[in-house]
């Protein structure tokens, strides 16, 4: 239906990949090429008598994506004379962008957001990249955020990308006075 459509991003159908996998009846040949006994009858048995096949697998497809799926997208390439700084400490297939959408939640640089760790780390926002050359806003199954940890007066200052994490590690954004 079109409403499932709306729901489901691009991103969701390009992640689809397909294997097939043949049990020990399935008996092939020497050269591990073709089957020695005739595949159409082999199939027939295992062909669905489901006549609404489609629509079970977009809605099994959208309970996935709702349930399991965290889209994350890069947005605002930041500028370039700190792209070119990225570049210069991290390597050249790096892109830093100003804020990360994943699933419903945006987080921003500048943000105090709560990272997941032993022990758990808050910190400020510096920067989310993707080891990856783009000229353009991006999802990406990966990327990593740089932080300046909190309180200044107990870690100091950082450096731009001296304390960095994996992105599946951001829990949350939290409140300025949390940090207090």
Known sequence: TAASKDKLPDEVFRRLRGFLFFGP??????????FRDDLVSLLSEGVSKDRQIKQSFRKWLARCHNELDKTVRFEKIAEAKLQANARKELGEQVTLFQQVRVGEDVFKVGQVVRL???PVVV???LSFWVEMAVREDVAHAHGFVAVQPLPLEVFGQAGTF???YPLRRLEGAVGAGAVE
């Open 25 to 34: 009846s399935f008996r092939v040949t020497r050269n591990k090429l073709s």
């Open 123 to 125: 910190g400020r926002v």
């Open 162 to 164: 001296q304390v960095q």
């Open 116 to 118: 997941q760790g032993r």
